[in-house]
């Protein structure tokens, strides 16, 4: 059995719920591999799924699906991005009144502690310095404080397309140090500890003190919470730790996402190009399609026997 990544590439929920659905009936996807090329077909039968965790910055178009999903035998848990971003940096990502109605709603269909807030990436540019980050980050822990028990957060990892997009368009983007990273950190914790949330830091280990947990976003410990039976239970148990970059503590999980097919359109996205590349590929995506990666329509694909493919 396998946990089901959906999913780091991209917004599944947001952009893609009636695709995931039409997926979910047929018992199976196909994932073009990050590395290699390959295209391996992957079950989505109940049978063989511990759990979905879901990935988004909008669960609105998935929700009115959630009951399907729950009839046909699947678990599942979400993981919800939630940064109050200005417009430039997060152009068409939902304002945080729309978010709130649907987490709302979304906490009357999950279990408890189920629901996990991250405040991630942190991006600091002269507009928002520390202050900004502080003053922006209190007021949506008190918005969330009856949600979530929760907040998984990390400092902005530049690769180069980031580096690319972010020197285009937020010129002014700054790349703090280690220590004034703890610094700011400390400061979070402080003040989510102050709303009984616990502060979790993903794939930065130089942060976890103890006041600041490490972050395992594909966590064991939350799906033991969310499954619904003692086989499901066991496989939980069973599940390795496989690392999908340095200091990364998430446990094995298939993903069935796809890179450059999320129009959210945020300038510090690591799994989109460009935002226009997103947009194009969004036009050509067809829901009845078992890939959701445009560049693999018609190719043959062969059954998925890897342990894991985490990324």
Same mark, same amino acid.
Request: charged share 25%.
């Given at each position: 059995?396998?946990?089901?990544?959906?999913?780091?590439?991209?917004?599944?929920?947001?952009?893609?719920?009636?695709?995931?659905?039409?997926?979910?009936?047929?018992?199976?996807?196909?994932?073009?591999?990050?590395?290699?090329?390959?295209?391996?077909?992957?079950?989505?039968?109940?049978?063989?799924?511990?759990?979905?965790?879901?990935?988004?910055?909008?669960?609105?178009?998935?929700?009115?699906?959630?009951?399907?999903?729950?009839?046909?035998?699947?678990?599942?848990?979400?993981?919800?991005?939630? #940064?109050?971003?200005?417009?430039?940096?997060?152009? #068409?990502?939902?304002?945080?009144?729309?978010?709130?109605?649907?987490?709302?709603?979304?906490?009357?269909?999950?279990?408890?502690?189920?629901?996990?807030?991250?405040?991630?990436?942190?991006?600091?540019?002269?507009? $928002?310095?520390?202050?900004?980050?502080?003053?922006?980050?209190?007021?949506?822990?008190?918005?969330?404080?009856?949600?979530?028990?929760?907040?998984?957060?990390?400092?902005?990892?530049?690769?180069?397309?980031?580096?690319?997009?972010?020197?285009?368009?937020?010129?002014?983007?700054?790349?703090?140090?280690?220590?004034?990273?703890?610094?700011?950190?400390?400061?979070?914790?402080?003040?989510?500890?102050?709303?009984?949330?616990?502060?979790?830091?993903?794939?930065?280990?130089?942060?976890?003190?103890?006041?600041?947990?490490?972050?395992?976003?594909?966590?064991?410990?939350?799906?033991?919470?969310?499954?619904?039976?003692?086989?499901?239970?066991?496989?939980?148990?069973? $599940?390795?730790?496989?690392?999908?970059?340095?200091?990364?503590?998430?446990?094995?999980?298939?993903?069935?996402?796809?890179?450059?097919?999320?129009?959210?359109?945020?300038?510090?996205?690591?799994?989109?190009?460009?935002?226009?590349?997103?947009?194009?590929?969004?036009?050509?995506?067809?829901?009845?399609?078992?890939? $959701?990666?445009?560049?693999?329509?018609?190719?043959?694909?062969?059954?998925?026997?890897?342990?894991?493919?985490?990324?």
């Amino acid at each position: 059995m396998h946990v089901i990544s959906a999913s780091r590439r991209t917004d599944i929920p947001a952009f893609h719920a009636d695709w995931f659905m039409r997926r979910i009936r047929d018992r199976r996807v196909q994932v073009l591999a990050p590395f290699g090329g390959g295209v391996f077909e992957v079950s989505l039968d109940p049978s063989d799924v511990i759990a979905i965790v879901f990935w988004t910055k909008d669960a609105a178009p998935i929700l009115s699906q959630l009951e399907e999903l729950v009839q046909l035998g699947h678990c599942f848990t979400f993981l919800y991005s939630i #940064n109050n971003y200005p417009h430039f940096l997060e152009p #068409n990502v939902p304002p945080l009144t729309h978010t709130m109605k649907v987490l709302e709603k979304l906490a009357k269909l999950l279990p408890p502690y189920s629901l996990r807030w991250r405040y991630d990436t942190i991006v600091m540019t002269d507009q $928002l310095d520390e202050r900004w980050h502080l003053n922006n980050f209190r007021n949506l822990c008190l918005e969330l404080a009856p949600y979530t028990r929760e907040c998984i957060f990390s400092f902005c990892d530049y690769y180069k397309k980031t580096i690319r997009n972010m020197k285009r368009l937020v010129p002014e983007f700054q790349e703090p140090e280690e220590s004034r990273c703890v610094e700011i950190a400390v400061q979070l914790a402080n003040i989510a500890e102050s709303r009984g949330i616990k502060l979790k830091s993903c794939a930065h280990d130089f942060l976890v003190s103890d006041k600041i947990g490490k972050s395992r976003c594909i966590d064991p410990g939350v799906l033991l919470n969310v499954v619904d039976s003692q086989e499901r239970r066991s496989a939980v148990e069973r $599940l390795k730790f496989v690392a999908t970059r340095k200091d990364c503590g998430c446990a094995a999980s298939k993903d069935i996402g796809a890179y450059d097919s999320c129009a959210h359109g945020c300038v510090y996205c690591y799994a989109n190009a460009n935002a226009d590349l997103a947009r194009r590929n969004l036009m050509k995506i067809d829901r009845d399609q078992l890939c $959701l990666d445009p560049k693999i329509c018609g190719r043959r694909s062969r059954i998925d026997t890897d342990a894991h493919s985490n990324e």
